[in-house]
């Protein structure tokens, strides 16, 4: 499985970003999909996940700002980030899994946002 993910950049706080990620090859095997996040000198962080069958979790920080969506026969995940943050620069990594409880099978080129405030 591949990932690509494009729709990062710089933004000024409040601003909004959308992430897209494309899943090709063996795509049949790919139940959850999603996005990490990675800030200088920090953990890689789980931002949101969405499940084949549209289950959706969160992380406590994005809840009520971002959106993920998914569309299954484009094999595709959205992330839709409105009223962005400083807090929220990061290079944020695409990923998919084999399972609905895990999200860590397959990763994607990361992408940038920079948000300034």
């Known amino acids: 499985v591949q990932l690509q993910a494009s729709g990062g950049g710089l933004v000024q706080a409040g601003g909004s970003l959308r992430l897209s990620c494309t899943a090709s090859?063996?795509?049949?095997?790919?139940?959850?999909m999603g996005w990490h996040r990675q800030a200088p000198g920090k953990q890689r962080e789980l931002v949101a996940a969405i499940t084949l069958d549209g289950r959706i979790n969160y992380a406590n920080f994005v809840k009520g700002r971002f959106t993920i969506s998914r569309d299954n026969a484009k094999n595709t995940v959205y992330l839709q980030m409105n009223n962005l943050k400083p807090e929220d620069t990061a290079v944020y990594y695409c990923a998919a899994d084999r399972t609905d409880y895990s999200l860590t099978d397959y990763w994607g080129q990361g992408t940038q946002v920079t948000v300034s405030s």
């Open positions: 090859g063996s795509t049949s095997s790919i139940n959850t």
